[in-house]
């Protein structure tokens, strides 16, 4: 697939000289589904925005098939976006809410009236047509949003964190809904999450961000199995963090011990960063473990058992179906393949 959108050595900066964006480069391919994912503040939102044609950068450039876009204003590039608030017209009823860029671009009448209807299909509000969208739900209202965002065929859509105001179960169904939009009409989806699970569950590939900075560009079994720094690990999932060293290859120590491992090429004694994910952590007998702790405390997240286990040094984070008593001390084990090293996080 050939890029679509790419982004050269991007920077903002505010007044004060504070930057939200630090040198940033990226290529977005055609009919890909891509997710910027990162805490608040981390330059998710500026950098959609600056793709959309709302901000312009302080320096760098956009590319858009192949040609810079800087400077062209939002309504001249073929991309349309969807936001939070989906800013649907109140007056208008769902039909003339999608038809609006229509007739603003002065199609005629029959054309409208294919294209609404395609539109209507796609996001299953067939029958809604005369309804004001006053009275549409949360789920239907953001339905409405993306159909008349869809109904001009951009060749991008950006999407800010357009889920983030409905309850759990529709979210959930609206992810599969996009998904399976997307797909079907085979276009390139930039999309705007602070979720993780968001993230993982519909991208082909997820940005991380922090500080203006993209921390990793990967899949999402790619971001989630082999993350690249610790920020990455805890972000994306939870995780156990640990100080450690690398005495030499394939051999790490941390809370006194020393584990073989899988990871090499690191400097002899080098200090990292060890991370062990809690599904990895296996608990068995503390007499035959590599690791001991005292349970701390137990809660049930419906698929499976949190546990803390006070151990040396570190509080291990444990995710078994089998529930261990508080106050017991118990026994923790990992497979070398399970230990994931990584230079240490620059501050």
């Given at each position: ?91 208008l009823n769902v039909y003339e809410n999608i038809a ?112 203006g900075i993209i921390q990793q560009i990967g899949s ?95 509080k291990w984070i444990i995710h078994s179906t089998k ?25």
């Amino acid at each position: 697939m050939e890029n679509i959108v790419s982004l050269k050595n991007l920077v903002v900066e505010f007044e004060d000289g504070e930057r939200i964006l630090k040198n940033i480069s990226l290529d977005i391919k055609d009919k890909e589904f891509v997710t910027f994912l990162g805490p608040s503040g981390c330059g998710k939102t500026t950098t959609l925005r600056i793709i959309g044609g709302f901000l312009e950068p302080t320096s760098g450039d956009v590319y858009f098939d192949g040609k810079r876009i800087n400077g062209v204003p939002p309504h001249k590039r073929n991309v349309n976006t969807v936001f939070q608030r989906y800013a649907l017209f109140p007056h208008l009823n769902v039909y003339e809410n999608i038809a609006f860029g229509l007739r603003i671009k002065k199609l005629s009448d029959k054309e409208i009236v294919r294209r609404v209807g395609e539109m209507l299909e796609l996001v299953n509000l067939r029958g809604f047509e005369k309804r004001s969208v006053n009275r549409l739900s949360g789920g239907q209202q953001q339905r409405v949003a993306i159909a008349r965002a869809l109904v001009n065929h951009p060749k991008v859509l950006l999407l800010d964190e357009p889920l983030g105001a409905l309850d759990l179960k529709l979210r959930k169904e609206m992810q599969t809904e996009l998904r399976k939009i997307q797909q079907a009409l085979e276009l390139t989806f930039v999309y705007v999450t602070h979720d993780q699970e968001e993230a993982l569950t519909m991208s082909d590939t997820v940005v991380v961000m922090n500080n203006g900075i993209i921390q990793q560009i990967g899949s999402p079994i790619n971001i989630y199995n082999e993350p690249v720094n610790a920020f990455v690990a805890d972000f994306i999932g939870e995780s156990n963090i640990i100080n450690g060293c690398m005495p030499e290859d394939c051999v790490v120590e941390f809370t006194g011990k020393r584990f073989k491992c899988v990871d090499k090429g690191f400097n002899p004694n080098e200090t990292v960063d060890v991370v062990i994910r809690p599904e990895d952590v296996k608990v068995v007998p503390a007499d035959k473990a590599k690791l001991t702790g005292i349970v701390e405390s137990v809660v049930f997240k419906g698929v499976h058992y949190e546990i803390i286990v006070d151990g040396v040094d570190h509080k291990w984070i444990i995710h078994s179906t089998k529930a261990e008593p508080v106050g017991a001390m118990i026994g923790m084990d990992f497979d070398p393949f399970d230990i994931h090293i990584m230079k240490k996080t620059e501050e």
